[in-house]
């Protein structure tokens, strides 16, 4: 098997690579780093310019696109930074898939699209997605990209699929989310300072994200698929699941504690359709990432 990846020395995109490399499939990344972190054929490039077409060899099995202005905090107040790299330079990746004929294009998005969660309300593929209750210009380039790959699907572009991703959590050094940076307040500080201790999202470990990636690969026709956690999983239960790690009590201080905000997609479709679930719940996640709070 032969894979194209973009974004290749991101969080995932690492992950997703020590995995394939196990499994012996050929990886050629894109990233603007200069030098790679593993052994696998990498270019430096910028998906937004034309000449990364000869960074894509013939006839590959999947380009997996991660590349991308990756959260909202990276593209807030930044409309035009945020559309040119993840929906022009999503739309120049396209180009050069089709030019050099990959049979697959998977792109990454994010269960952010999903505008608004009321309650614990929990929402699939299928749910209607409302663009005006948007405010996130980082939503909004991912729900564009999503519909320019479905339109360009139906105009005879190879099989595409777009992953929406959860929050994802797993080892690492910096740009943490709420999971590693609440387990760190735990493990160095007597108090732990949230807005809402009932808080929650379908935290997923990045172990999980990157075999569900290699699970996409294959797929056909144009599919959108959710790859989250099993359960939602609360602030509070963070902080209590990493107290019993190291031992410890530590003061909830809840500054918004009636504003509970509660983020709930489903995965069935995942699990029905490519054989996917998460393997790693939270306590055993939470001890991938001792080395490093």
């Given amino acids: 098997m032969k894979i194209v990846i973009t974004g290749s020395e991101s969080f995932v995109g690492r992950e997703f690579i020590r995995q394939c490399l196990g499994k012996g499939i050929e990886i050629h990344g894109i990233d603007l780093l200069e030098e790679p972190s593993q052994a696998y054929a990498y270019q430096k490039a910028d998906i937004r310019k034309e000449d990364v077409v000869a960074c894509v060899p013939e006839d590959a099995d999947a380009l997996i696109h991660l590349a991308a202005l990756s959260s909202d905090?990276?593209?807030?107040?930044?409309?035009?930074?945020?559309?040119?790299?993840?929906?022009?330079?999503?739309?120049?990746?396209?180009?050069?898939?089709?030019?050099?004929?990959?049979?697959?294009?998977?792109?990454?998005?994010?269960?952010?699209?999903?505008?608004?969660?009321?309650g614990k309300e929990e929402k699939d593929e299928d749910s209607t997605i409302n663009i005006a209750g948007h405010v996130s210009e980082y939503a909004l380039s991912k729900l564009v990209s999503e519909a320019n790959l479905r339109i360009q699907h139906k105009n005879g572009f190879y099989d595409a699929t777009v992953l929406r991703f959860g929050i994802i959590y797993g080892p690492r050094k910096a740009n943490w989310g709420a999971v590693e940076s609440i387990m760190s307040q735990v493990k160095n500080q007597e108090e732990v300072m949230v807005g809402s201790a009932q808080s929650g999202r379908r935290f997923v470990h990045i172990e999980d994200v990157a075999g569900g990636i290699i699970k996409a690969i294959g797929l056909e026709g144009f599919e959108i698929i959710n790859l989250c956690g099993d359960r939602l999983i609360t602030l509070g239960e963070i902080i209590s699941?990493?107290?019993?790690?190291?031992?410890?009590?530590?003061?909830?201080?809840?500054?918004?504690?009636?504003?509970?905000?509660?983020?709930?997609p489903l995965n069935n479709k995942a699990k029905e359709l490519m054989g996917w679930k998460p393997e790693i719940d939270i306590a055993t996640g939470l001890n991938t990432l001792l080395p490093f709070v």
Avoid: H
Wanted: one cysteine or more; hydrophobic letters at 40%; aromatic letters at 12%.
């Fill in 73 to 118: 905090a990276m593209c807030k107040g930044k409309p035009y930074e945020c559309f040119d790299i993840n929906v022009m330079g999503t739309l120049n990746l396209m180009r050069a898939a089709s030019a050099k004929k990959t049979k697959q294009f998977i792109f990454a998005s994010s269960e952010w699209v999903y505008e608004k969660f009321i």
């Fill in 241 to 264: 699941e990493s107290e019993k790690i190291f031992g410890k009590k530590v003061s909830i201080v809840e500054k918004t504690p009636e504003e509970a905000s509660v983020r709930n």
